[in-house]
């Protein structure tokens, strides 16, 4: 058992007081005395590890469990999972790992597939915290190899010199380098971090926004560096410009909070899960949720200390003084009188033959590339919100549409509610298809959208796993995909006009779903692959409330040899609206005038109209790309 000596003074309210307990809960009974480290279960991963089931040890887990310790007093445990993970580290200079700690303690550094280099921002960061919170608790030797980790970690951050809209990296790196720069007193790393944060601050407030953007996962990672570097970094400088970039993300998270479903609307640049009270696929107290908890009580608490569930991980947030600028506290609770539109250019992403994705300007390197701007529409009404992005790929973080609603008697509060949800994305073989391509236009609750085929391009990850032309993955199942969840069985869900019952599937281009709040309507204005230009689509309704509907590009019976850029035509286009239920708004037929390689559609709604061009065929990024801004320029 071991001894338990006085822990430092964090500020122990009966929330933090439960997180820390959860925390040492969970740790304690995953901790491994042989390893001096938590024993976990591996999740399936397609990149960087090998280690994808069964059990094995986690190191981020073990730095966020010694924190826990340390805050709990039991400073010999802790002491003993800190040394465990610090020996995990490459102290090696002249490895191109230098710096950087595996994901799991048995998967070497030279096994991963490939190592991840963010490591080192995320455990230099664990460890910059237990060195401002209980440096003085520490041993002498224990201390002084915890700054020596620090400041290898710091290096490897410099070393790496990531793109400054790496925005969630760049954010916590400047918290390890400028926590690394004090506790060692190296000034190279010093002005390196000066550096960082000053060039993080001045591209933030000069672009206003994020061009990761509207992510709930790493919205939580930015926030809470910004934080950590307001709370506890001793340079007043560093610290004003924390306070500034913390005010922004609260902004930028808020223009599409909706206050209506606790929900936050789409289109996102990248999220784990889209329900935001899920952690890990678990429903728990975690991330955004538990942060409003934090910083809005009055409004937004979702559990007691009581209803905290076991997960290391909330040791790292128990020790993050999140704040909420008064002025802004409104607006998580009041979406304000009628519907309101947010239109934001986030970025400007560069489109090249010869990449998977998008690229940012320090990418380009002199190639010939078509610039777009990555412009979210973001509609918030009373009942619903609808948001989407005008271009993107369909890379299982992306949430290229995304909406919610409310059914009247929704409980916003409680975890175990319905979401209510519409999206949509690209799936080969039952996984988010990255090399999918994503068009649209919205206005206000209406949406016109397009999907085609981009190659080369991603599979399951955005470029780790990239298909390149001529090559051939087996493949049973290529589609779009578009699913609602929610749908109560008393609503009234009917495909080309004939009701469908739950459990029921059939064929059609046109969907209305009818709920005591909302009205949906779905149309599939055209759909094709190969030389098959006359598909339509399959809605099945489920018995869990769902509605999945799926235009297929490729279904076969056994896996067949796939090769992605000799498909030829691979598109579907049509239109989604969302709106009150009793809305008075007329529903349109889209229109579609093929030229070529490029569709061209329009869709009468209020004002001029909607507009989109897209391309047809499969084609490169910059292909796509040139094809829609036909349409931009319409």
């Not at 964090?10 to 307990?21: C, G, Q, R, S, Y």
């Amino acid at each position: 058992m071991d001894t338990v000596t006085d822990a430092a003074e964090p500020a122990v309210d009966e929330l933090t007081a439960a997180m820390i307990a959860g925390a040492l809960e969970a740790g304690d009974a995953a901790f491994d005395p042989e390893w001096d480290l938590p024993l976990v279960p591996a999740p399936y991963n397609p990149i960087h590890t090998r280690i994808v089931s069964g059990e094995a040890h986690f190191v981020r887990d073990g730095m966020t469990y010694a924190l826990a310790l340390f805050e709990a007093g039991r400073r010999e445990r802790g002491e003993r999972v800190l040394r465990a993970v610090l020996g995990l580290q490459d102290r090696d200079p002249s490895s191109a790992t230098y710096g950087v700690w595996p994901y799991w303690a048995e998967e070497p550094l030279s096994e991963m597939s490939p190592p991840d280099w963010n490591w080192a921002d995320f455990i230099g960061e664990l460890i910059a915290l237990v060195l401002y919170r209980h440096d003085a608790g520490l041993s002498p030797e224990l201390a002084a190899d915890a700054r020596d980790g620090l400041r290898h970690a710091a290096q490897s951050i410099i070393r790496r010199n990531v793109d400054i809209d790496y925005t969630n990296i760049v954010a916590k790196g400047s918290f390890v380098l400028l926590a690394a720069g004090e506790f060692t007193g190296d000034p190279v790393i010093a002005v390196a971090a000066a550096d960082r944060i000053r060039r993080l601050r001045d591209r933030l407030l000069e672009q206003r926004t994020f061009a990761e953007y509207n992510s709930p996962t790493y919205w939580v990672v930015v926030l809470q560096a910004l934080t950590e570097i307001r709370q506890y970094v001793s340079d007043p400088t560093a610290r004003t410009f924390a306070e500034e970039l913390e005010r922004l993300a609260w902004e930028h998270f808020l223009r599409r909070w909706h206050p209506q479903t606790g929900r936050l609307s789409g289109p996102m640049a990248r999220c784990y899960d889209t329900d935001l009270r899920r952690d890990k696929g678990e429903l728990r107290p975690q991330g955004v949720r538990l942060i409003l908890q934090r910083v809005d009580p009055e409004h937004w608490t979702i559990t007691g200390a009581a209803g905290i569930r076991p997960a290391i991980g909330l040791a790292h947030s128990a020790v993050v003084d999140y704040r909420l600028p008064d002025d802004l506290r409104p607006l998580l609770s009041d979406l304000g009188e009628g519907s309101r539109t947010v239109v934001e250019t986030f970025s400007q992403v560069h489109h090249l033959d010869e990449e998977y994705a998008g690229v940012s300007a320090a990418d380009v390197r002199g190639r010939d590339a078509v610039v777009l701007p990555a412009v979210g529409t973001t509609w918030l009404s009373a009942a619903a919100t609808l948001g989407s992005i005008a271009h993107s790929d369909t890379w299982a973080q992306r949430r290229v549409l995304l909406g919610f609603w409310a059914e009247p008697g929704d409980d916003i509060h409680n975890l175990t509610s319905p979401m209510r949800s519409v999206s949509a994305t690209v799936v080969r073989d039952g996984h988010d298809f990255a090399a999918g391509s994503f068009s649209s236009a919205q206005h206000d609750g209406t949406v016109l959208w397009a999907f085609g085929l981009a190659c080369p391009g991603g599979d399951e990850h955005i470029h780790l796993d990239g298909i390149v032309p001529g090559e051939a993955r087996p493949t049973t199942g290529l589609s779009v995909r578009f699913t609602l969840t929610g749908i109560e069985a008393a609503a009234t869900v009917d495909v080309d006009g004939t009701s469908l019952a739950v459990g029921d599937r059939t064929h059609g281009t046109t969907l209305r779903v009818t709920t005591d709040a909302v009205r949906i309507d779905w149309a599939l204005a055209a759909a094709a692959c190969g030389d098959d230009d006359d598909r339509t689509a399959l809605v099945e309704r489920g018995a869990d409330g769902t509605v999945t509907i799926e235009i297929a590009w490729v279904a076969a019976s056994t896996p067949q040899d796939l090769v992605l850029s000799d498909l030829g035509t691979a598109f579907a286009a049509g239109s989604l609206r969302i709106a009150e239920r009793d809305a008075a708004t007329a529903v349109h037929p889209v229109s579609v005038r093929l030229d070529h390689d490029v569709a061209h559609l329009a869709l009468p709604v209020d004002g001029d109209g909607l507009r989109l061009s897209a391309r047809t065929t499969v084609g490169t990024r910059r292909d796509h790309a040139l094809a829609y801004r036909q349409g931009a320029r319409a």
